[in-house]
């Protein structure tokens, strides 16, 4: 029995989320496990890093799975993509020890949120970006957003039923930039909550539109009450592009941009 890792990414807009549901809808997970089952020759259960909801994509998503099947590790990358819709895709493969976990190893999480920030609609990519016709002041949008650095209680930026024992999480990174009509969110942390990032975007969207001061955010995360908070902004603009483990797992480190960005550098 091996276990092998994966780097796998995905235009979410066609799938109901990445995990397989009792409900016969189309799912990440489902799409990848019948096309792995078809290269091992037997059934394949992936492990993630991180589920995503539906709509959500992801440039650098880790998954790992054990199998009795004797292959090539380019097999599962040659082979998976054989059997896979073109709107996913398995990037890279390694042999990982059999104690390797995709999502307890995990140190670091990192995701984009791209926003339209203009008052016409993007007709190429309107399931790839957030609009947002309000003109948003990236400066005051970043500013606020520093006061959710470190270790905090997250319960107002938490789904209202997210199933997480804690709110604890700890965010490395966050900041806010703009290259023309597309304003960036980066936000790196050990781990999510449910939406977590969707309700901080949410957040910071009427912080950046002048509705809400930038002192919003540091009350928000005071009070603890997601009653309190703003909108969960759409899925689609969401993009997970970054894992992280301990450097003895030998797997691909560092962000995985979506192509459309080019080489468009991140704060």
Request: some cysteine; aromatic content about 6%; charged content about 15%.
């Given at each position: 029995m091996a276990r092998i890792a994966l780097g796998i990414s995905y235009n979410g807009a066609?799938?109901?989320?990445?995990?397989?549901?009792?409900?016969?809808?189309?799912?990440?997970?489902?799409?990848?496990?019948?096309?792995?089952?078809?290269?091992a020759d037997h059934p394949i259960v992936v492990i993630c890093a991180g589920r995503t909801d539906s709509g959500?994509?992801?440039t650098h998503q880790v998954v790992h799975f054990d199998t009795q099947a004797n292959r090539e590790l380019n097999s599962w990358i040659s082979g998976g993509n054989a059997n896979l819709p073109d709107?996913?895709?398995?990037?890279?493969?390694?042999?990982?020890?059999?104690?390797?976990?995709?999502?307890r190893a995990a140190t670091l999480r990192r995701y984009l949120y791209l926003i339209?920030?203009?008052k016409i609609r993007s007709a190429l990519m309107p399931e790839l970006l957030t609009k947002e016709h309000?003109?948003?002041?990236?400066?005051?949008?970043?500013?606020?957003?520093?006061a959710l650095l470190g270790e905090n209680d997250f319960t107002s930026f938490r789904a209202a039923n997210c199933q997480s024992l804690t709110a604890m999480r700890n965010i490395h990174n966050i900041s806010v930039s703009r290259?023309?009509?597309?304003?960036?969110?980066?936000?790196?942390?050990?781990a999510f909550l449910h939406h977590m990032v969707r309700n901080i975007v949410g957040v910071l969207m009427d912080v950046g539109c002048g509705e809400k001061p930038v002192s919003w955010v540091s009350q928000l995360l005071a009070i603890k009450d997601r009653t309190k908070g703003g909108i969960t902004a759409p899925p689609h603009g969401l993009y997970m592009i970054q894992v992280d483990y301990p450097a003895t797992y030998g797997l691909p480190q560092g962000p995985s941009l979506p192509h459309?960005?080019?080489?468009?550098?991140?704060?």
């Open positions: 066609a799938y109901h989320g990445w995990q397989i549901q009792n409900q016969n809808i189309a799912t990440v997970q489902d799409e990848l496990q019948k096309a792995l089952s078809v290269v959500v994509h992801a709107n996913i895709s398995v990037n890279w493969s390694r042999l990982v020890p059999v104690e390797f976990n995709a999502r339209n920030n203009s309000r003109s948003l002041d990236v400066s005051t949008m970043h500013e606020s957003a520093q290259c023309g009509e597309l304003v960036i969110v980066d936000i790196a942390a050990n459309f960005m080019g080489t468009l550098p991140l704060s």
